[in-house]
T-cell receptor, first 116, second 116 residues
């Protein structure tokens, strides 16, 4: 039982390049999330998915797209990377309905992205 | 605006000192409360959570937190810290985002450095 896994662990991009961050969970959770973590800013929600086939915007969705490929996998795509997207990206999943008041989220190890 | 505040950005303690990290939230309704910990280079892990009942909640590794409704606070405590407690600590509260759903909202984090 690996929990939440993310690939790659580290990536360097040039401005304008595209890439997809992968996330998978083996806990049979319905809800999945993408966050970015910046120094002094805490975690900010980019997108989330309450179930397979559904996605919704979070606090900072601009410049990103997501795909809920199946129940296990939730990918984050940067179509044209910008230096402002340099960050650490965390994927999370939860066993309760997204948006529940008692939802406990479980996090992956993160992807460090540097955009030059 | 609804928010979660952690007033201490960086706390430096010697081993065996007592710890208290502050967390305040601005929301007048019923709340559920979480503390997550992020050890250097690792992902966020759940430290403890409060949903209802005894306002003094015990978590892993000797941590506890007290919910004081009148002060809108959920402070994290540990009687005697160890070098291995060096980490960043995040308070998180599900805050309403409309249509009966909630978004897990994180404070900006408090970095704890424990000196041997």
């Amino acid at each position: 039982n690996a929990g939440v896994t993310q690939t790659p662990k580290f990536q360097v991009l040039k401005t304008g390049q595209s890439m997809t961050l992968q996330c998978a969970q083996d806990m049979n959770h319905n809800s999945m999330y993408w966050y970015r973590q910046d120094p002094g800013m805490g975690l900010r929600l980019i997108y989330y998915s309450a179930s397979e086939g559904t996605t919704d915007k979070g606090e900072v969705p601009n410049g990103y797209n997501v795909s809920r490929l199946n129940k296990r996998e939730f990918s984050l795509r940067l179509e044209s990377a910008a230096p402002s997207q340099t960050s650490v990206y965390f994927c999370a999943s939860s066993d309760t309905q997204a948006g529940g008041a008692r939802e406990t989220q479980y996090f992956g190890p993160g992807t460090r992205l540097l955009v030059l | 605006a609804q928010s979660v505040s952690q007033h201490n950005h960086h706390v430096i303690l010697s081993e065996a000192a007592s710890l208290e990290l502050g967390c305040n939230y601005s929301y007048g309704g019923t709340v559920n409360l979480f503390w997550y910990v992020q050890y250097p280079g690792q992902h966020l892990q759940l430290l403890l959570k409060y949903f209802s009942g005894d306002p003094l909640v015990k978590g892993i590794k000797g941590f506890e937190a007290e919910f004081i409704k009148s002060k809108f606070s959920f402070n994290l405590r540990k009687p005697s810290v160890q070098w291995s407690d060096t980490a960043e600590y995040f308070c998180a509260v599900p805050l309403p985002r409309g249509a009966g759903s909630y978004q897990l909202t994180f404070g900006k984090g408090t970095k704890l450095s424990v000196i041997p």
